[in-house]
């Protein structure tokens, strides 16, 4: 019976954590991530888009791509603006204020046939289209949760074109702008690839930055099981 | 007040509520052993979930298993009734925890 019990209640959790995907969990906060494209002006024969296969948004001079869905990180998207059709580079400078419902649909459908996304594999992390025209590169994600007391407010990504061919775009991230809730920002220097190394956190926000005093999360459980060890000890002794 | 020391407290205090509610001992008694059942689980179970496990209901489930363990010592109780107490209390307080 106990037994059962057990294994009940860590199904039910265990099923409970699947459902929790779209929640932010106790103690953790969403932060965005957007991305510049720096040397944009360098490249004025191509597009760059960011979409997954919900939405997509224009890299443009000024602009810092983010606010797509966590779970469908976009990739980045290259063209020639010379092989696109009217039609497409309308859709892709469409202002997307003011659209309701019906038009928003209308938008999906329309990126849906310009980008043609193979329906399966549903793999989130292949850029699974068919349209020749469009080049992937990056995948990008621009939304994280972390922890609710990490100083980061939002993290601006700069990324640099190194080289267009004919078949392949080589995009790498040149800096990480961590801007901080105090209103304060800091930019990095990025020596990695994209999407290897998680946000780093700030020196001053590690472990100890969690707790009223920095020991206390070790110290006040040891005290307390010294103590409960003691009362356990000292009714075995009196019995 | 850290955040952490006042989920500490509002813990305390929410579990020893319903520790009292389903078992009806003596206050202080209750009081103090849901400070020490807390104090051991709570602080643990954040430092876990920020670093190595940040799997919230993970978490929670053995929370709930070290503190039905707890529950069944301090209290005198059969490991059943224990692990009741312990589902309802860790339910509630994870559920404030969403809610505020």
Known sequence: ?239 | MSPFLLALITTILVESTIFWLILRQEILKTLLYSILINSTTQPLANAAYLTILPHFFLVELIVILVESILIMKLFEVDYHKALLISVTANVVTASLSFLF
């Open chain 1, 1 to 239: 019976m106990r037994n059962k019990t057990v294994i009940l209640l860590f199904t039910a959790l265990i099923l409970v954590q699947i459902a929790q995907a779209d929640m932010i969990s106790p103690g953790m906060k969403g932060i965005s991530r957007c991305y510049t494209i720096t040397n944009l002006d360098q490249y004025p024969d191509y597009t760059f888009i960011a979409a997954n296969r919900q939405d997509f948004k224009l890299f443009t001079p000024n602009a810092c791509i983010d606010g797509f869905y966590k779970l469908f990180p976009p990739f980045i998207f290259t063209a020639k603006t010379a092989d696109l059709t009217g039609s497409e580079i309308t859709l892709l400078h469409q202002d997307t204020a003011g659209l309701d419902g019906r038009q928003l649909e209308d938008r999906q459908q329309k990126l849906a046939d310009f980008l043609q996304w193979d329906l399966w594999p549903w793999d989130q992390t292949s850029p699974a289209i068919k349209n020749p025209k469009l080049i992937p590169s990056l995948q990008i994600r621009t939304y994280e949760e972390i922890s609710s007391i990490n100083p980061i407010d939002s993290v601006e990504h700069k990324l640099t074109i190194t080289l267009i061919s004919e078949h392949a775009v080589a995009i790498t991230e040149s800096s990480i702008v961590y801007h901080y809730t105090d209103g304060t920002s800091e930019e990095k220097p990025v020596k990695h690839y994209l999407g290897e190394n998680p946000t780093p956190r700030p020196a001053t926000c590690d472990l100890n930055c969690w707790t009223w005093h920095g020991a206390s999360w070790r110290l006040i459980p040891l005290i307390a099981i010294i103590l409960i060890a003691a009362i356990l000890l000292k009714r075995r002794l009196s019995k």
